[in-house]
C-alpha cells in the first residue's frame, strides 16, 4: 500500500463529517527566481468540504488555474499548507502524488483531450482499467446522459457530448474531487447549460467534492460557495443560501 493510501485510509476511518477534504493556509507559489520571480499565488487560505460545489472566480491570471494546480497534485507550493484529508500535498513524493492524481482527483479541462479512434465507452474504459475501485464505463455514461451514445466516436459527438465523456471519464474511478478547469468555455449556452447539468448531478448523486474554475460570474449561483481571486489572493467569498441550478442560470 503506498503512503498516500495508507494515509488517506486511516484519515478516513477517523474523520469527522466536517472535516475538510482540501485545508490551505498561506499558500503560494513563486515560478523563476530573482528579477525574473512571477509570484501566481499570495497566501490564500480556504478550507472545501465534501459534497460541496465551489466556483472560483476571476480574470485571466488571477491566480485561479495555479490553485486548481495546486489542489490536483500537478504543481507544488512554494510555501504554505496544503493538505488533502490531513495528508500534505506539498511535502508529497512523486509516486504519492501520482497515486493521489489516479486514485483521488478527477479532472475536467476545455480541451476534451479524447482518443479519435475509441468510442465513448472505449475512452472511459482506460480509466477504469488503472483505477482501484471504478464503476463500469457504462454507468458513467449513463450518469452523464449517454447512455445511448457510448458506442459513438468523438467525431460523432457534438462539442457538448464530448465534454461529457470527458466528465464521464474523470467520475468513473469514483473520485473524491472533481477538478473543472473552464468547462464551458468553448461551448454554446445551451451546450454549457447541458455540461454544468452534468456536473451538479456527479456532486449531489456521489457527494464528490466539485470545483469549478470561471471567469463567467454567472456560474456562481449554482455554487454552495464563491471565491473571487485577484492578483493571486481570494478577495472575496460568498455562501449562498440557496443554491440554484445550471439550468436555471440566465446567461
Same mark, same amino acid.
Given at each position: 500500500? +503506498?503512503?498516500?493510501?495508507?494515509? !488517506?485510509?486511516?484519515?478516513?476511518? +477517523?474523520?469527522?463529517?466536517? /472535516?475538510?477534504?482540501?485545508?490551505? $493556509? %498561506?499558500?503560494?507559489?513563486?515560478?523563476? /527566481?530573482? +528579477?525574473?520571480?512571477?509570484? !501566481?499565488? $499570495?497566501?490564500?487560505?480556504?478550507?472545501?468540504?465534501? &459534497? /460541496?460545489?465551489?466556483?472560483?472566480?476571476?480574470?485571466? =491570471?488571477? %491566480?485561479? &488555474?495555479?490553485?486548481?494546480?495546486?489542489? %490536483? =497534485?500537478?504543481?507544488?507550493p512554494t510555501h504554505g499548507t496544503l493538505l488533502y484529508r490531513g495528508w500534505n500535498l506539498g511535502t508529497a513524493d512523486e509516486a504519492g502524488l501520482t497515486n493521489f492524481r489516479r486514485d483521488a482527483v478527477g479532472f475536467v479541462f476545455q480541451a476534451y483531450n479524447l482518443i479519435p479512434s475509441l468510442t465513448a465507452r472505449e475512452n472511459v474504459a482506460l480509466i477504469t482499467e488503472i483505477c482501484a475501485d471504478p464503476m463500469a464505463p457504462e454507468e458513467a455514461l449513463q450518469l452523464v446522459g449517454l447512455g445511448e451514445r457510448m458506442d459513438h466516436f468523438p467525431a460523432q459527438l457534438s462539442g457538448g457530448e464530448q465534454q461529457r465523456v470527458a466528465i464521464a471519464r474523470a467520475i468513473a474511478k469514483r473520485p473524491a474531487v472533481l477538478l473543472c478547469d473552464e468547462p464551458t468555455g468553448a461551448l454554446d449556452v445551451r451546450t454549457g447549460i447541458t455540461v454544468l447539468e452534468a456536473i451538479e448531478r456527479i456532486n449531489r448523486e456521489l457527494g464528490t467534492l466539485a470545483v469549478i474554475i470561471t471567469h463567467n460570474a454567472i456560474l456562481a449561483d449554482m455554487a454552495d460557495r464563491v471565491f473571487t481571486l485577484s492578483d493571486g489572493r481570494v478577495v472575496s467569498e460568498r455562501t449562498n443560501t440557496h443554491r440554484g441550478s445550471a439550468r436555471d442560470l440566465a446567461w
Open positions: 500500500m +503506498t503512503h498516500y493510501a495508507a494515509t !488517506a485510509t486511516a484519515n478516513s476511518a +477517523t474523520a469527522s463529517v466536517r /472535516e475538510p477534504v482540501f485545508h490551505v $493556509r %498561506g499558500l503560494g507559489r513563486v515560478y523563476g /527566481e530573482g +528579477t525574473a520571480a512571477v509570484t !501566481a499565488l $499570495r497566501g490564500v487560505d480556504l478550507d472545501f468540504y465534501a &459534497s /460541496e460545489l465551489i466556483v472560483l472566480l476571476g480574470a485571466s =491570471g488571477s %491566480g485561479k &488555474s495555479t490553485l486548481l494546480n495546486q489542489l %490536483g =497534485g500537478l504543481d507544488s
